[in-house]
Structures are given as C-alpha cells and as structure tokens.
C-alpha cells in the first residue's frame, strides 16, 4: 500500500527546535538561527550514529547532508516530536525513506541548485582525462617539464568522440548540452527516453541499454542515483565492453562503480583514464588511484559553490518554514506515491 504524506496539517504551536548536522554558509545559519530555535555545528565535525541519534530524540527538524547516514534502526529510535528531516542536498539514498514514512517523518531535499555545479565539474573531468590535464600539471610542478616537444604529452582529441551519458536528469542534461559546444557525440541512457524535442535541443541520441551505451562510448560519465539497481551498474563485465583508451567520469556516486574493476582496467591500460569526485569509502581514496598518472582525484567538489550552497540552504529553510506553516514543503519526497 503507498503511504500517504500528503496530509493536511496544523501549523505547529511553538518555535521548532532545529538541529543542524554540518556547517552550513554563514548568511544562511544566520537565517535559521533567526527564525527556529537551532542547534548549529561551527566546529563541522560530523555526527557520529550515536550523535545523530541523540539529535533525532531532541530536534522537531532534522537537517542532515549526505554523509549522515540514516537507517530505519536509528529512525526507530527518533522523538515523536521529530517531524521533518530537511535534507541539505538532492540525494537521499542516504535516509531510508520507507521507514521515516512509516513514522510518519517527512523528508525533504533541495533539488535543481547543483545542476549547474555539478556539471562543470563533470566537464572538467570529461576534457582533462582526454588531454592528460593532471599528467600535464604534474610534470609543471614537479620542475620535470624539459619544454614543448611534437610528441609530447599527445592527449585524445574531443571533437567526434562518443559522450555516453548515463542517466539524463538535470545535471545529464546540463552536461550534455555543454558537451554538444566542444564537439562531442551524445548518446544516452535513461530510465525513460526524453522527448523527441528535448533530444533535438541537445543532439542527443537514445541508446535503450547500458551494455550498448558502455560499448560504443569514448568517454562515459555517470550522472544517475544510487540505487540497489545501479550500485556497482558499471562492474568488470561492463568496463571489458568499453573501448580500449576510453575513459569513465564519475560525479554522482563512488558506488555506482566497481572500484576493484575500475583500478585493474586503469592498471592494465585497458581505460584511458577516469575522472573522478567520489568515492565508495569516503573521505578515504585508494592509494592504487592516486599512483595512476591519468586519474583525475577531486575531492567531492561537484556542488562546492557558495552560490549552490547558499540556494541550498534557503530551500532548507523554506521547506521548515512551509512545514511550520501546516503546508506541504515544495520539496517534500514522497514515497510509493
């Protein structure tokens, strides 16, 4: 049965006690602290379980970013007068949704204010593995640059090579359409095919399987939630398929690639290079990652805008504020609905 949280509510009879997990831009912990009674973390020191549990039995509002994890056990334990996770950020695969529902807690994030940053980013990695950036940058700093030479350094040209997108929400969008001004090939894959119209828009072409998408891709870049369906989607089976010299792009999620399989096909020069913003252990980065020449390291920097994060505080606050209200948040996630 699909658990309704669309219930009309009374605004609530007191000033909500607020407790946010991480640092959040100053303008905007300025605003909460002004309007609900909030607990901040200046020190952004990040919670421990047993903290965010202590915090989930005293707050009425929750705002957590993604790297607090929340399960249904510590759900289980939460306040009843724990009402609204206000989540500071787009994804929530970190929140089990099912049983804050059950609980009747709703769960909000702050989509659409990353897009923009997180696909720059996704280009940084999509021209820098091809023209050896990181290599390049290396031999400067490291004083073994010997000069300009014909043979030096010879990177991948970008213009007519296959971009393979892989989920074409917001942000594959936003990086398709500056991949299409520097010449690339789009081809696609997604849970449902866009409208012919918006295909047009970005010359962008629909592939109906990952398999075929990873095969005919010069550079694969990932930009789809993790789920138990995608994690670990790009696994050794699926890197065989790419092309010798490829490459692999990763803003969206550490886990949705194999990092085992990923490490082997760079190690034995069957990938070209990746790119890459997260990973499946962080903050923590295999050494064996680092070593490779051609890997492009950043350290989850794709929405790290004080312009971004400043957006996503204020829907932060405006999701709290309709709440407070009796209203439904705009960004309000609704389950099995």
């Not at 020191?45 to 009425?60: K, N, Y």
């Not at 929530?92 to 909000?108: G, N």
């Not at 390049?136 to 007519?160: D, E, H, I, Y």
């Not at 309709?322 to 948040?329: I, L």
Request: proline share 6%.
């Amino acid at each position: 049965m699909p658990i309704d949280q669309t219930t009309q509510r009374k605004p609530i009879d007191h000033t909500p006690r607020v407790i946010v997990t991480r640092h959040l831009m100053p303008a905007v912990e300025q605003r909460m602290s002004e309007l609900f009674d909030t607990k901040l973390n200046p020190d952004d020191v990040p919670f421990t379980r047993e903290q965010l549990i202590a915090a989930m039995q005293e707050a009425d509002v929750l705002v957590p970013t993604v790297t607090d994890r929340i399960d249904a056990e510590m759900i289980a334990q939460a306040g009843d007068q724990l009402k609204l996770i206000a989540n500071f950020g787009a994804g929530i695969e970190h929140i089990d949704l099912e049983a804050a529902a059950k609980r009747k807690i709703i769960v909000t994030n702050t989509p659409g204010v990353f897009t923009d940053d997180t696909a720059d980013i996704a280009m940084s990695g999509i021209i820098g593995v091809p023209r050896r950036i990181r290599e390049g940058v290396g031999l400067v700093r490291s004083g073994q640059w010997t000069g300009w030479a014909p043979s030096g350094l010879l990177g991948r040209k970008l213009g007519g090579k296959v971009l393979g997108i892989i989920g074409m929400g917001r942000i594959g969008q936003a990086v398709a359409h500056r991949a299409r001004a520097f010449g690339l090939e789009i081809a696609y894959t997604n849970r449902k095919r866009l409208p012919e119209a918006i295909e047009r828009m970005l010359g962008a072409r629909f592939v109906p399987d990952v398999d075929t998408l990873v095969a005919e891709a010069d550079i694969l870049t990932l930009h789809c939630p993790l789920t138990d369906d995608t994690r670990g989607m790009i696994d050794a089976r699926r890197i065989a398929l790419m092309k010798p010299g490829s490459s692999i792009i990763n803003t969206a999620r550490g886990e949705l690639i194999d990092q085992e399989a990923l490490i082997e096909a760079l190690q034995s020069g069957h990938l070209g290079g990746a790119g890459l913003d997260v990973y499946p252990d962080e903050p923590n980065v295999d050494q064996r990652l680092l070593d490779i020449p051609n890997v492009m390291t950043l350290p989850h920097i794709g929405s790290a805008t004080a312009e971004g994060r400043e957006a996503s505080g204020e829907k932060v606050i405006a999701n709290i504020r309709f709440w407070m209200d009796g209203h439904r948040p705009p960004d309000q996630v609704l389950i099995g609905l």
